[in-house]
């Protein structure tokens, strides 16, 4: 890899986005984290000259401009002014100016857009090694829940123990920690080398052993999903994918019963899907469990819609308005990142947030249909990814990582429409038009 200004941008700007609390300072009352000083330093150092944008970048830009302001000024006016409701506030600018400095810095360079998968996937690769180190050792690192003695004090006095060999990353608990590696799994699909095969389909394989260990049956699910539909996609393609991902599905079914092997007998250790799905299905039917707590607080959460017209409750606002009026789960977390956004920002924001994923999934199909290739597949498939995997979380809104998507999109589209307008001008007329 060439060593230069841009790839020093786009190393930085990924790492912070990806490992975004690497390092924390307490500073005037702030914490001042990795990514929250490496963005502005990145926005600085990316060009501001004769800055032209395309349909799909300002369309992109006045949906966050609509989304922050409309904070803002319910903040302001109805919510009142809180620390909570300023830092993610904060983090959706910081995410716009995410999406703002990937995109210029990738332009219209295939190559560099493949350099910036690269780099995302070793930092993935760096993520899954702490994962499995915390497995085998159960030691964690110091964001984890696993390092809060609050938590572990209160698990012991209610389950009598606690299971220490589980995955969390960089992340907070393992449903996060699952949840970030299922998102970046498609990219293991995109062959960036011939030498990183064995790499990928190690990773991907991997990313499933961390989601049974953890427990985490929606993101299994998820990932058993983006193969089908992989597949499925590119079922035209015999040799080139069909080898590769049938190897993936049967390694990846191996290793899956292997694991369950290598867990404990006993059956709070034991895992299996089909066992976990039907378990899920008893627990709403007696009305307990997760299941059933998560469905009581989405009926409670849309009733808070529309009692509020569809207007929102405002940032931030959703604990505090489940602390006043509880719902009936008990539970005061959204769990669901799309409930998240209408029921914090109203229906507005929420329409135009999921016109905007709308039109970069047409927009990968459309590339897909007339050039076939590997990027407008996964990226497509991310999307469908976001949409289930999102609903792991407790919260998924602070979520940096989720940015990378719509910013390799819209790189990708540039991408396209630059050869397309490169290759249409040669030949006398254009292929195709994104725009």
Sequence with gaps: MKVSKRNICLIVLLAAM??????????????????RLAVPIILLACSMKNIKFSIIESQCLITFIIWILYGFFFMILITGVSKGALKELTGLILGAVDIY???RIIGTSNRRLFLAIN???????????????????????????????????????????INMNLATGFQYNVNDFSSFLTFMAPLFAIRTSQKGRFIDLMALVSIMIICVRN???????????CIFLFVLKQRKNLLKNYIFFCLVIILIGT?????????NSSSENHFSLIADL??????????????????????????AVIDTKFLGIGP????KYFTIHPSVSGLVNPHNFWLEILSQYGIVVFILYIFLLVTLYTKMIKIFKYKGNMEAVVFSIMFVDYIIV?????????YTYQWILIALSIAFIHINQWENKVHGTKSGHFIYNLY
């Excluded at 990806?18 to 990514?35: D, E, H, N």
């Excluded at 159960?138 to 209610?158: E, V, W």
């Excluded at 999102?390 to 602070?398: G, Q």
């Design 18 to 35: 990806i490992i975004p609390s690497l390092f924390k300072v307490y500073v005037a009352g702030l914490y001042l984290t990795f990514y």
């Design 101 to 103: 400095c990937l995109i």
């Design 119 to 161: 780099i995302i996937k070793v930092f993935v690769v760096l993520c899954i090694l702490i994962g499995f180190m915390e497995i085998i050792t159960g030691i964690h690192l110091d964001g984890s829940f696993y390092n809060n003695q609050d938590f572990i004090s209160a698990q012991i006095a209610r389950y009598g123990t």
């Design 215 to 225: 427990r985490s049956t929606l993101c299994i699910l998820t990932l058993l999903i």
């Design 255 to 263: 290793i899956y019963i292997a694991s369950i092997q290598m867990c």
């Design 278 to 303: 039907h378990n899920h299905l008893k627990n709403y039917q007696t009305h307990q469990g997760s299941s059933f707590n998560r469905i009581m607080l989405y009926i409670d959460t849309w009733t």
């Design 316 to 319: 931030n606002y959703f604990v």
């Design 390 to 398: 999102s609903l792991e979380s407790s919260s998924f809104i602070n």
